[in-house]
């Protein structure tokens, strides 16, 4: 059992926080509302879009611990986490089910231009009457003489308004369940591809979402992911790389708060003393400090599970609750501590608070998981 990582580890990981400073510095966030392709291919630039994708097909190659560890670098050094989500539900929910999943035609074809910045792609998974139950999708995927055709609504997609393409999961037979489901990969330019307006909403903002409509949208047969009737387990095996590997952008921004927090109390003096000196405000910092760490361990666990090809869904459903309401609770402690300046946007503590709520309920809401965990539990 090791719990560090190695000199090259480690030095990827110095490189990519700089260069995720470097990116914030030279371009700011980007406008509410609007996608930056100059910053898009900055991130790719860095590697960031193809950490997990294979050497073969224009990636880094990397197992879930190495590209968690990226991510978290990346989350570390980058204050704008809706651009680190938009990068990492990229390459995570999209993909990796093409790499695990798509035919070669498919893998040669998308791959190359997925980790290097020329296509952004979208999870089209949820739809607007199911929520959590992705078991039997509305969406209909049938197939024709010429491949397959796409017919339904989804819903929070995210970078949905400007992809180029969507992972999109239907059903080829609703009377078979989760068996009839089917994952394909549809092309923006096909006709009956209608994406919506971007969705406004609390936080990630860099991040844009929207719903997206398919009417009998054309993807020829090479771009089914697994066989027909597997699209559940081309989806499960993608929210297990989510569930651990997106996450660890936020034990990087639990990393970057604690510290912002800590130089603060330090510099911050009412009555004579720095607010650090004070019990409320240190055992505050503590709490921080051992969410972060408590999260770090078990995402670095969930991945060193999946990296041993491990099926089982309870370390990665701890992992998920663990940073996700770490960074809810630790972003208000946040707010407390930075007190009124915390409540104004030139902080960034707001920001984060903003970007951290819906953590619980995106990739499968906290309750869902303890849903999970309670059945291999037995309970």
Not at 15 to 41: H, M, N, Y
Not at 209 to 219: I, K
Not at 330 to 337: E, F, P, R
Request: proline share 5%.
């Amino acid at each position: 059992m090791d719990f560090d990582f190695s000199p090259a580890q480690k030095a990827r990981y110095a490189d990519l926080v700089d260069g995720a400073r470097a990116l914030a510095d030279r371009t700011g966030p980007a406008p509410d509302g609007t996608f930056d392709r100059d910053r898009w291919k900055a991130l790719a630039d860095l590697g960031v879009l193809g950490l997990s994708i294979p050497r073969d097909h224009g990636g880094s190659g990397l197992g879930a611990v190495d590209t968690a560890h990226a991510l978290e670098a990346v989350g570390y050094g980058c204050p704008d986490t809706g651009l680190v989500f938009a990068a990492s539900a990229h390459l995570l929910a999209c993909a990796m089910p093409i790499v695990l999943h798509g035919t070669p035609v498919a893998r040669e074809r998308l791959l190359p231009r997925l980790a290097d910045g020329s296509l952004v792609a979208g999870n089209a998974v949820t739809e607007p009457k199911h929520g959590s139950d992705v078991s039997i999708p509305d969406t209909r995927v049938v197939a024709d003489s010429d491949g397959l055709r796409v017919t339904g609504v989804k819903s929070y997609v995210s970078n949905g308004p400007v992809a180029d393409l969507y992972v999109v999961l239907g059903t080829a037979d609703p009377a078979l369940g989760f068996l009839g489901t089917v994952a394909v990969v549809v092309d923006r330019a096909q006709p009956g591809v209608r994406p919506g307006p971007a969705f406004a909403k609390m936080g990630l903002r860099s991040c844009l979402a929207g719903g997206v409509e398919f009417d009998g949208a054309h993807a020829p047969a090479d771009q089914r992911l697994g066989a027909s009737g597997a699209g559940h387990a081309v989806f499960q095996d993608s929210m297990r790389w989510e569930r651990t590997c997106l996450f660890a952008g936020y034990v990087g921004m639990l990393r970057r708060q604690f510290e912002l927090c800590r130089d603060f109390a330090r510099e911050r003096r009412q009555f004579g003393r720095p607010i650090s000196a004070n019990q409320a405000v240190s055992h505050r910092l503590v709490g921080m400090y051992a969410r972060w760490h408590s999260a770090r361990l078990a995402l670095y666990k969930a991945c060193w599970s999946l990296d041993r090809d491990a099926t089982e869904t309870t370390e990665i459903a701890l992992a998920k609750i663990a940073v996700s309401e770490a960074a809810v609770a630790s972003s208000l402690d946040a707010l407390q501590i930075f007190g009124g300046a915390g409540y104004r946007s030139d902080t960034g503590v707001e920001e984060m608070l903003r970007d951290a709520v819906p953590t619980t309920v995106f990739s499968g809401t906290s309750e869902m998981q303890r849903e999970m965990i309670a059945r291999e539990l037995q309970l």
